[in-house]
Antibody, heavy 119, light 106 residues
Framework: EVQLLESGGGLVQPGGSLRLSCAASGFTFSIYAMTWVRQAPEKGLEWVSAISVSGGPTYHADSVKGRFIISRDDSKNMLYLQMNSLGVEDTAVYFC????????????WGQGTKVTVSS | DIQLTQSPSFLSASVGDRVTISCRASQGISSYLAWYQQKPGKAPKLLIYAASTLQTGVPSRFSGSGSGTEFTLTISSLQPEDFATYYCQQMNRYPLTFGPGTKVDI
């Protein structure tokens, strides 16, 4: 079964760090670019970060640039998002998503992992 | 950054209605636009990419059109399972951006 499964969310204090993981299965992970998208409570979708196939570039939204790092381990079919210097504005459900090959659209999504930044 | 606006932000409709949602880009994005459907508590679902290409498995009552700065998502005959929020997304350049969403309600 083709699947993306996020983990690593939780409650963290402002200024803290968290590492999200996304386990991919059912497809050839290494040949697809991958993305993180988040959704704050009762808000719309916000693109966060993207990573090309291994050795390629990474991209981050201005709102997270310098604080978040996206990475991947193709040997483990894993996608990661290291989040540092977290603020209350980072509170959201974080989705990992698979890029549609040849397009920066997302044809497969995980169920999401919730991150709450609060003291 | 490329900004996307959607109209309307909220739409009240009935089963069987023809529904049209608009998405406008702040600058030309050719046909690099996708549409998603999201239901409460669920992940988004890709409906259309490249402005008018129907994603595999998506019912043919969904269609997309437009290029440049003006785009449209049309549902030809609204079904009960179509009540959801719809987002457009530009894939022309980074940072990728989403529109604010259009909620389709009864």
């Amino acid at each position: 079964e083709v699947q993306l499964l996020e983990s690593g969310g939780g409650l963290v204090q402002p200024g803290g760090s968290l590492r999200l993981s996304c386990a991919a299965s059912g497809f050839t992970f290494s040949i697809y670019a991958m993305t993180w998208v988040r959704q704050a409570p009762e808000k719309g979708l916000e693109w966060v970060s993207a990573i090309s196939v291994s050795g390629g570039p990474t991209y981050h939204a201005d709102s997270v640039k310098g604080r978040f790092i996206i990475s991947r381990d193709d040997s483990k079919n894993m996608l990661y998002l290291q989040m540092n210097s977290l603020g209350v504005e980072d509170t959201a459900v974080y989705f990992c998503a698979k890029d549609l090959r040849g397009y920066d659209a997302f044809d497969m999504w995980g169920q999401g992992t919730k991150v709450t930044v609060s003291s | 950054d490329i900004q996307l606006t959607q109209s309307p932000s909220f739409l009240s409709a009935s089963v069987g209605d023809r529904v049209t949602i608009s998405c406008r880009a702040s600058q030309g994005i050719s046909s690099y636009l996708a549409w998603y459907q999201q239901k409460p508590g669920k992940a988004p679902k890709l409906l259309i990419y490249a402005a008018s290409t129907l994603q595999t498995g998506v019912p043919s009552r969904f269609s997309g059109s437009g290029s440049g700065t003006e785009f449209t998502l049309t549902i030809s005959s609204l079904q009960p399972e179509d009540f959801a929020t719809y987002y457009c997304q530009q894939m022309n350049r980074y940072p990728l951006t989403f529109g604010p969403g259009t909620k389709v309600d009864i």
